[in-house]
């Protein structure tokens, strides 16, 4: 695939830019901001006897991250580049990019459910957020908070202070809705809009540099979202966030009912399709799953391939991603839209 194309004044003839010169650009430019699927670049060049030239250089760049454990679920941090071995719908592909830069700091979203079904949680999930951020929030981190119901509040926008974002929530959960809204305005017959926060969280983080993930404390129950599972599923993976759900399920004496195990296995699909997992809040050490949240976000692969099928048409593609070592696991999200 032509990595570029001159578009140059009448006036000018045609200059052709070494392969080193494109490399170069490719990865500075990838280095300040990418796309999930395409990345564009627009340069300026002077060239000899007062010759100028445009350059546009059209990438199309799918970017991956990946976390990997051995048989025993500790993280493997040693890895290179010859280790990987990446398929697009069942065909390999050339990695062109390959970084574990363990010091990037992070942007997160917290989702947290308001909604009637989480009533018995409401403070559980402050207090538990308050360790989360505790745990993961480093000196150079930032996260944002989206407490919803049937609408979508923005209740502490990026912050790197988690006294900040615990006096927002309490506002909130003494009932200040004073709070910006994400979502739009429209008239919801439910309560739950729980694919809505995930879609729009994930928009927020769209724009973001770096490593970022969505952690949503739910119980992954809807009635009232304008977008359904799939929709949040490639809103998060085109936005190249992680999610990690915490489920918070209510039970009906001790039994799980049909709408309990349809959110468990909704939150499961979130977070295995995006590369992230999720977590039995109820059953679940919450600072070792803290902590488990916090070293695979800090050492994750970052892989980058331009896909041999060059046609955007939206469709979705499945991805797998090997390893050349025996007995280790790799996660990552399942796919990508080819947008």
């Known amino acids: 695939m032509a990595l570029s194309r ?195 969280g994930s928009q927020k983080l769209a724009d973001v540099a770096g490593r970022k993930a969505l952690v949503v404390f739910s119980d992954g129950e809807d009635n009232a979202s304008a977008h359904h599972m799939i929709d949040a599923i490639e809103a998060a993976q085109s936005a190249g966030t992680l999610v990690y759900g915490l489920r918070y399920t209510h039970m009906e004496g001790n039994r799980q009912t049909a709408r309990n195990i349809y959110g468990t296995r909704v939150m499961e699909r979130l977070s295995r399709d995006t590369g992230g997992t999720d977590f039995d809040a109820d059953r679940t050490n919450l600072k070792t799953a803290f902590r488990q949240i916090n070293e695979e976000l800090r050492t994750l692969y970052e892989l980058a391939f331009v896909s041999t099928n060059p046609v955007r048409d939206g469709s979705f593609r499945k991805m797998q991603v090997r390893v050349n070592q025996p007995g280790l696991v790799v996660r990552t999200k399942s796919g990508y839209y080819a947008k």
């Open 6 to 200: 001159l578009l140059l004044p009448s006036n000018t003839r045609k200059t052709e830019l070494p392969s080193a010169v494109l490399t170069r650009v490719f990865l500075a430019r990838l280095g300040a901001r990418t796309a999930p699927f395409a990345l564009w670049s627009w340069i300026g060049l002077t060239c000899t006897a007062q010759e100028t030239a445009r350059i546009q250089v059209e990438v199309n760049l799918v970017n991956v991250a990946a976390s990997v454990r051995d048989a025993q679920g500790r993280l493997v941090n040693d890895l290179t580049k010859d280790d990987f071995e990446i398929l697009e719908e069942g065909t390999a592909q050339r990695i062109q990019l390959f970084a574990r830069n363990l010091d990037l700091p992070l942007t997160l979203g917290i989702v947290l459910d308001f909604s009637g079904s989480q009533g018995e949680y409401m403070k559980k999930h402050r207090r538990d957020l308050e360790v989360f951020l505790e745990n993961v929030l480093g000196p150079r981190d930032q996260a944002f908070v989206v407490c919803f119901g049937n609408r979508l509040f923005l209740v502490s926008d990026l912050s790197n202070s988690p006294a900040q974002i615990q006096e927002s929530l309490k506002r909130f959960e003494k009932g200040d809705r004073g709070f910006a809204r994400i979502d739009p305005d429209m008239i919801r017959t439910g309560g739950t809009a729980f694919y809505d926060a995930i879609y729009h």
